[in-house]
């Protein structure tokens, strides 16, 4: 069982990197650049997988799935914060949508999906899982693919942002009341 964990642990890695990739590729595809809240989005994601990635290199950590789920609800408010910007009438849609739903709706329910895993990976926690294991190579893999998207993540953010504040049109910018 304790394999078959680990495994899965590592299969959500990929799920997310693939996510994470897949947004950069559509973002800067189509030159619509991620706005602040697409970055804490992407940031959450990584700092998911890194505590998950915690556990195939130390051995499976209830703390490890507690951090990750709480990037996984950080990430997800992010998310949801975003999604109610862009229902509220005369806010602009941003970004072009993707099977009907924009990226960050995409990125809540990646959230909601790994919380759920989450869930479930602590549902079949035993003690022995806590046994330190050398990472296969699928593991290895996982490792090496994340530490490149979380270089080429920052590497963007310092493209877009430098050491500054972002500069981004889809920030809501608060109405300015005219006085009498």
Known sequence: MTTFIRTCNALLIFVIIAVISTAIYFQFGSEGLPCPYCWLQRM???G???AILY??????????????????FIGGAVALRQITFHICPNFPIFGHPILGYNLYSWS????CCSSAAIFIFLFFHN?????????????????????????IDCALIYKQC???????VSWPQPALRESR
């Open 44 to 46: 959450g994601m990584i």
């Open 48 to 50: 998911m997988c890194t």
């Open 55 to 72: 556990n195939l290199r130390f051995g499976i950590s209830l703390k490890a799935y507690a951090i990750a789920l709480f990037f996984a």
């Open 108 to 111: 809540f329910i990646v959230f």
């Open 127 to 151: 003690r022995e899982m806590e046994k330190p294991k050398m990472m296969n190579l699928f593991e290895r893999l996982a490792l090496i693919l994340l530490v490149l998207l979380t270089i």
């Open 162 to 168: 430098g050491f500054g504040r972002c500069k981004d």
